[in-house]
């Protein structure tokens, strides 16, 4: 496990502002040299703290023009499986197991209404071990970082 200091940080910020951004531009935007930058990120990516770049898309613009968290409560003790073939769903964008009113919180994105209703109605309540869904749809998408 590693410590990250002010710097590591504001390049972490820098990077999830815009992962395309040179090495040069986060040296400068932090303040340290260039060969320091590139030695912070190496050190963060072998710790795993960096774990990947990606890119923010619109999703509208994608296609998708309905979108919504889904909900589940699960048998306890199926996790494993039912997240295996929740991943074998390609239109869950994201999943989280979660504490609370319910065990796992789903992002779907979807083409249109119909769409979503199948995804939710015949992809994810095929799998038997989840007990019940709640849909709430998107209505607006923020991205905040």
Do not use: C
Request: proline share 1%; aromatic share 4%; glycine share 4%.
């Amino acid at each position: 496990m590693i410590t990250l200091d002010d710097i590591d940080r504001a390049i972490l910020d820098e990077l999830r502002r815009d992962a395309r951004s040179s090495m040069t531009a986060i040296a400068e935007a932090v303040h340290v040299s260039r060969a320091g930058a590139h030695a912070r990120i190496k050190r963060m990516t072998d710790a795993g703290v960096i774990t990947g770049y990606t890119v923010r898309t619109d999703p509208v613009l994608l296609g998708h023009h309905a979108s919504a968290y889904v909900t589940l409560a699960i048998e306890q003790a199926t996790w494993q499986d039912v997240s295996a073939r929740l991943r074998a769903i390609p239109e869950i964008e994201h999943m989280a197991l979660v504490g609370g009113d319910f065990d796992v919180i789903l992002l779907v994105r979807a083409n249109d209404a119909r769409d979503l209703r199948r995804i939710v109605l015949e992809d994810i309540q095929a799998i038997q071990a989840i007990r019940s869904t709640r849909t709430t749809l998107i209505f607006e998408d923020l991205a905040l970082v």
